[in-house]
DNA sequence: TCGTATTACCTAAGACTCCAATGTATTTGA
DNA sequence: TCAAATACATTGGAGTCTTAGGTAATACGA
């Protein structure tokens, strides 16, 4: 598990690429994905994932759907075009910045 | 000019590096270096960068010296053996974190 | 020599982001 | 049948940085 300060600013990011690359995806799912990707390494709690879907549909880069399975719904987030440009805008942000990191730290900007 | 927010978290690396790699050095200078290795793009500002060298020095990570210039006086700061140790943690970390980061976007770790 | 930019230190109030804790309820599977 | 997993959500607080402010010495061009 990372040092979790690491984290801030990125958070929406991820759910955005995420987003982007699978359609539409509900809360939980969204979870579990980061926990996949990251071999476990992420852990998206519920007190942050919530709040900040729920501040970017405010912002109007997702919409939401609801859907019934049986007697549970099921609340399926996507992007809104909004969403999408804002989506590539903040990779583009995150790799800028990190080869502003591996500069400043003067590290290989090779990881593997 | 980078989004803020991802600056988040890597405050203490930064300053960690810079001091082992260049010594000692005073908080002005610090923040000239990092402008300096970043090509502009980030800008320390001393509402943080001062804060966090008196907590780092809290901590024991830090120590000081002053050392006069004519009538100015110029405060220096240094790595402890455990700011030293402390200073190769924090860089490993964030380099496991940038990794995951990029699984998790699906980037190319190849930044250049 | 006068004023501005730069050097050099610092603090305080607030914003922002995330986390831990807590709550509710359904479904799955041993 | 009952614990674990699924699925939503809120609240209070902790931590980190920014904005804005303050002090003072030095360098340099007009």
Redesign the pocket.
């Known amino acids: 598990m990372h040092s979790?300060?690491l984290?801030?600013?990125?958070?929406?990011t991820i759910i955005l690429k995420l987003l982007a690359d699978n359609g539409k995806m509900?809360?939980?799912?969204?979870?579990?994905k980061v926990k996949e990707l990251s071999d476990e390494s992420l852990?998206?709690?519920?007190?942050?994932?919530?709040?900040?879907?729920?501040?970017l549909e405010a912002e109007g880069l997702l919409k939401?759907e609801k859907m019934s399975?049986?007697?549970?719904?099921?609340?399926?987030y996507f992007l809104t075009p909004l969403g999408t440009s804002t989506a590539i805008q903040k990779i583009q942000d995150f790799e800028a910045f990190m080869k502003t990191m591996f500069q400043v730290l003067q590290l290989s900007t090779k990881l593997a």
């Open positions: 979790p300060e984290l801030k600013g990125t958070l929406q509900y809360g939980y799912e969204i979870t579990q852990q998206l709690t519920e007190g942050s994932l919530y709040p900040t879907l729920h501040k939401t399975m049986g007697k549970r719904v099921r609340k399926y």
